[in-house]
């Protein structure tokens, strides 16, 4: 049973940080590109990092490059999050995705808010 399992939302501060982990079970992790995607109220679900099975390789939303992270550790089957920076408008649910020719899997979603 494929299961991603997100963690370490929360409310911050302007200016603060998080970091958002994504525990993965139940398909090959290290063979999947992940992405970190995020929802707003009343926004569609956008795409915000993407990074390699290997991890050699990332990609960032223009919104969020320099600072925000993704990494991963494939010996853990995890994936994170860092975010620096905080803005406001970085609040929204925030998702892991798995994918690998067809297999396309989410998590549940883990909420951020930046308010002061």
């Known amino acids: 049973q494929v299961q991603l399992v997100e963690s370490g939302g929360g409310l911050v501060q302007p200016g603060g940080s998080l970091r958002l982990s994504c525990a993965a079970s139940?398909?090959?992790?290290?063979?999947?590109?992940m992405y970190w995607f995020r929802q707003a109220p009343g926004n569609e679900r956008e795409l915000v990092a993407s990074?390699?099975?290997?991890?050699?390789?990332?990609d960032y939303a223009d919104s969020v490059k320099g600072r925000f992270t993704i990494s991963r550790d494939n010996a853990k089957n995890t994936l994170y999050l860092q975010m620096n920076s905080l803005k406001p408008e970085d609040t929204a649910v925030y998702y892991c995705?798995?994918?690998?020719?067809?297999?396309?899997?989410w998590g549940q979603g883990t909420p951020v808010t930046v308010s002061s």
């Open positions: 995705n798995a994918r690998r020719f067809r297999m396309n899997y």
């Open positions: 139940g398909f090959t992790f290290n063979s999947a590109t």
């Open positions: 990074i390699s099975p290997s991890g050699d390789s990332t």
